[in-house]
DNA sequence: TGCGTAAATCGTAATGATTCTGATTAAGAA
DNA sequence: TTCTTAATCAGAATCATTACGATTTACGCA
């Protein structure tokens, strides 16, 4: 997903372009990492100084529900990415550091999915965590 | 794990045994359910009925450090269950309507490992989310 | 271009989970 | 039994998240 795609995916479910939203799409375009609601606001501060913290959330929460986000829930925070490949279906490492996020293509759920017969499967969750080449040779 | 063990665990760490948290590991001993703090208190409540929350957060984290109840987050809330066979690396299956689980036995992490040299690995999980046969026989 | 309406945003407050504090109680060693 | 220290308690603080009512703004339409 691109960031056009994005803005006309808001448009489409009709939602009304604001440059707020614009700055927020963009900055997760331009990024590959997992953001808190707080990540965004303090990235966004020098933009929109004054932009309430509810307009993040509730933005994340539209954007993640039109699949422009995806999201994943870390030690007690929801955090946010700019959706990957939409067609092909993966699932990422997240660096506990920093956020960022690396594709893993392979989903174990083929295997599963027959050892649960009579369960009414609705998601799955296979990340994997740890620190980055970048947060390892910073941190250690 | 069984009770006994686990209340063996609780001494060896140098935790003392009272009537409460024998109460709570007798809880989680007899279920195969995630359950939330507040589900502990509600279902304690009968035999404690004025048991500090506080209290059960507190000995949860114990519990949990202590390698005696497993633990994990589903939407913002922290759930534990019995630690199951702690030689035996394995996932579960958890049903969102009841949080009752199931083992898989299955780990995604063998193959993936290799995709991730330079990465420091510290942590991974594989859920799978649903509902149990009970509760698709009692919700649809 | 200007208007009107519904949606978006704002500031603030409510909620709910989690953690902390300081006082009191009780387990377990001597 | 006594003593020390951990455990528990009640209540408050903190933090993420969500809700509220008032104000502002996007954008379809004249």
New interface residues.
């Given amino acids: 997903m691109i960031l056009t795609e994005a803005i006309d995916m808001l448009k489409v479910n009709g939602y009304k372009y604001t440059d707020k939203r614009g700055e927020l799409l963009r900055l997760f375009a331009e990024s590959d990492k997992y953001l808190t609601a707080r990540d965004v606001q303090q990235a966004i501060e020098e933009k929109f100084p004054s932009l309430s913290y509810d307009t993040i959330y509730r933005n994340l929460s539209v954007f993640a529900e039109l699949g422009i986000l995806e999201y994943t829930?870390l030690?007690?925070e929801?955090r946010f990415r700019f959706a990957c490949d939409v067609n092909h279906h993966h699932h990422h490492?997240i660096c506990?550091e920093c956020g960022v996020s690396?594709d893993?293509s392979?989903c174990?759920?083929k295997?599963?999915s027959g050892?649960?017969s009579?369960?009414?499967?609705?998601?799955?969750?296979?990340?994997?965590?740890?620190?980055?080449?970048n947060c390892?040779a910073q941190f250690g």
Same sequence: chains 1, 2.
């Fill in positions: 829930e030690s007690g929801k490492f506990t690396k893993i392979l174990p759920m295997e599963v050892r649960l009579g369960y009414q499967i609705s998601g799955h969750k296979f990340e994997i965590y740890g620190k980055c080449p390892v």
